[in-house]
Each structure stands twice: as structure tokens, then as C-alpha cells.
């Protein structure tokens, strides 16, 4: 195994690190924070973590640049003397780091002088880059020749396809996942139902399981509304109503949603469940917004810190729906019928379009 020198120990380096060390013998870390004349040693081994001050400059071991901001360790190294010769950015060697796949299909190689570096590309050209952002430049365009999205945001409209979610055309997005949701929790979704507004979910996945089907609304009347009540102020709250409480998409319009899971527990029967959906990354409903105010996008934690003081309540569970294509087909305006069903199958914590809980009253 080949010996090398590591520059970096940061989130590129340990997602590297498996494969660089099952490749190669590491001999040495460089990192800024240790002190020129204290070297310490890397974690739980006898590998020294030098500041790169101390490199030895007239050594030839290879020094691996592990950092998307490489071009700052290549000039300090060389400002220190060292062989530009010697030094590697690794952006070949699997497991890509977030899109570096983009970098290696068009980039064969990169070869360090001290007024620059080249870069040899699979096309044939080669690119000499003499700071940051010149390689920054490099870096966008290898992105658009990689991803197609790039050009079609930079040429979109301000304007969204459809301020209403799409259901001019069609379903929306985010409606898609609620239903998923609602069918994998649908044998909770019997006895007294409870539903805000209107009963559809209520009728849509309860079935033959619903005894009994109630409608809350904040103040309207008739039209198969059953009670007012108000989720924040407790007005008009009926205690133990109901076996199942579906609240969809409604949290993200009130104040207090510490109230709203206080109240939440009151509707609900002993062993009841509340099967909750709120918006991640979305846009606003317009009706909503203007009637109500939109207060709150949710996440996970946001669950977990909104049911925390109540003790009659236990959250079974709670996750999130979504990814990157799908959150952003739901605010440009798109439709579900204008996706596939496979852009439905990766789930991306970080792009929830949709955050769901179970709660149950205990």
C-alpha cells in the first residue's frame, strides 16, 4: 500500500475514509487547528496530526487535498514550499461526495503546478485554474452539462405553473402522500371519526370501519359540519368524542399549536388516535393564508417538541414525506399526473413536502 499524507479531516475526509484507507497507508494528517509546534494524534491511533507549517517540504509522499475547498490547501502548501507535484485531490475515488459525480464525468485528472492547476477533461480540453473562483466557474459548468435542471430553473418563469397546487389539471402533489399516509394507518380509522371541514378522508378510508363520522369547523355552519371548535382557544371543544381524529394539513395556521396538542387530546377517546399531516417545504395555500395566516412549516422535531408536555399523549409515530423532485414539482405548480410513480419513491428527510405523526391518547 501506497503511503500518504492526509490535508483535512473534515465531512469529505470521512466520507472517504474507508476507501482511501483501504487503499493506501496513511502516514501523517494535516489540519489547520493543530498548533505548529504540538502535534496530537488522529482519534484512537498513533497517526500524527500535524498543522501543515510543520509539513516536511522536501519529503515526496503524496499529500491527499480532502476538501471541496482544496484550492486553498494547494496554495498554502505551496506557499510552504512543498512540491506541487506531490499533491492529489481525490475526486475519482469512490464513494462520490454529494455531486462529484457531476466533476469525475467530465474531469479525467488534476495536475498541480504552483501559478495554477490543470485540469485534464474527458473531452479532450484542458483548463488551467489559478484561484477559486475560476474553479468555481469550472465547477458550474460541469454541473449544467450534468444536470439538465440547472438550465431549465435559470430559464423558468417567475411566475408558478399553477397557484392552486395543480388541481385545475389534476391531484396535487403533497395529496398524494397525505393518501399514502392515511392508507397506511387506515385500520386506525374506525369507531366516532372526527374530520376537519368535511368527512372525505373520513369516507375515503374509514369505510365499513366508521360508526359514527363527525366534522369540526372553526366557525362555519351546516353543510355537514357537526360542532364549532377551536383547536387554539378550546372553545366549543367536546371532551372524548372521538376514536380517531384525522387533522390534515391544518396545524401550520395556528399560533399556538401547544394548545392545539392539549385540545387534540381532549377530543379524543382513551386509546383514540389523532392521524396528523402538515406541511414541510410548501407553498402557502392562498385561501388559508389569507383567511387565517400562515404561521408554521413543520419538521419531525417540530412533533416531538408540540406533543412534549402532554401526558395523556404518546407520539406512535412520526415521519416525512418527499424528495427533492417531488417538493419541487409541488411549489413550481405541477400535478401528481404530471409525474411518474417512481419519482415517488425515494423519501429524503431533509425535503419533506409532507411531515405526518400518529398521536395516541393513552
Known amino acids: 500500500m501506497r503511503d500518504i499524507i492526509v490535508f483535512g479531516t473534515g465531512k469529505y475526509f470521512e466520507h472517504k475514509r474507508a476507501a482511501i484507507q483501504s487503499r493506501y497507508h496513511i502516514t501523517g494528517f494535516l489540519d489547520n487547528r493543530a498548533a505548529a ?23 515526496t509522499t503524496e499529500i491527499f487535498l480532502m476538501s471541496v475547498h482544496f484550492v486553498g490547501m494547494w496554495k498554502q502548501l505551496c506557499e510552504a514550499g512543498v512540491d506541487p507535484g506531490r ?3 481525490p475526486f475519482a475515488q469512490e464513494p462520490f461526495f454529494e455531486n462529484e459525480e457531476a466533476l469525475a464525468g467530465c474531469l479525467e485528472r488534476i495536475v498541480f503546478q504552483r501559478d495554477c492547476f490543470v485540469c485534464f477533461c474527458r473531452d479532450g480540453r484542458t483548463v488551467r485554474i489559478g484561484d477559486e473562483d475560476a474553479w468555481r466557474a469550472f465547477l458550474r459548468q460541469a454541473y449544467r452539462e450534468r444536470y439538465a435542471v440547472i438550465g ?3 430559464e423558468m418563469d417567475t411566475e408558478p405553473v399553477s397557484r392552486q397546487f ?7 402533489v403533497d395529496r398524494y402522500y397525505i393518501a399514502r399516509f392515511l392508507r397506511q394507518y387506515r385500520d386506525r380509522i374506525c369507531g366516532d371519526v372526527l374530520e376537519i371541514e368535511d368527512n372525505t378522508y373520513t369516507r375515503r378510508f374509514g369505510a365499513e370501519r366508521v ?11 351546516g353543510g355537514g359540519i357537526t360542532f364549532n371548535g377551536n383547536l387554539e382557544t378550546g372553545e366549543g371543544i367536546r371532551d372524548g368524542i372521538a376514536d380517531c381524529f ?5 396545524l401550520m395556521y395556528l399560533a399556538d399549536v401547544r394548545a392545539a396538542a392539549h385540545n387534540i387530546g381532549r377530543l379524543l377517546k382513551k386509546g383514540g388516535s389523532a392521524l396528523i399531516t402538515c406541511s414541510g417545504l410548501s407553498q402557502n395555500s392562498i385561501r388559508c393564508m389569507d383567511d387565517y395566516g400562515c404561521r408554521f412549516n ?12 402532554e ?6 409515530a412520526v415521519g416525512s414525506f418527499g424528495n427533492v423532485k417531488t417538493v419541487t414539482a409541488h411549489i413550481v405548480g405541477l400535478c401528481r399526473e404530471d409525474l411518474q410513480e417512481k419519482d415517488f419513491e425515494a423519501n429524503d428527510k431533509y425535503y419533506p413536502l409532507i411531515v405526518y405523526a400518529v398521536v395516541e391518547k393513552i
Open 37 to 59: 509546534d504540538a502535534p496530537y494524534r488522529y482519534r484512537d491511533t498513533d497517526i500524527p496530526v500535524m498543522n501543515p507549517a510543520a509539513v516536511d517540504a522536501e519529503g
Open 87 to 89: 499533491l492529489v485531490f
Open 152 to 154: 431549465a430553473v435559470a
Open 166 to 172: 395543480g388541481t385545475e389539471r389534476g391531484t396535487p
Open 211 to 221: 360508526v359514527r363520522s363527525l366534522v369540526m369547523d372553526v366557525s362555519n355552519a
Open 246 to 250: 384525522i387533522l390534515t394539513q391544518t
Open 298 to 309: 413543520f419538521n419531525m422535531d417540530a412533533f416531538r417538541w408540540m406533543f412534549a408536555e
Open 311 to 316: 401526558p395523556s399523549l404518546r407520539l406512535a
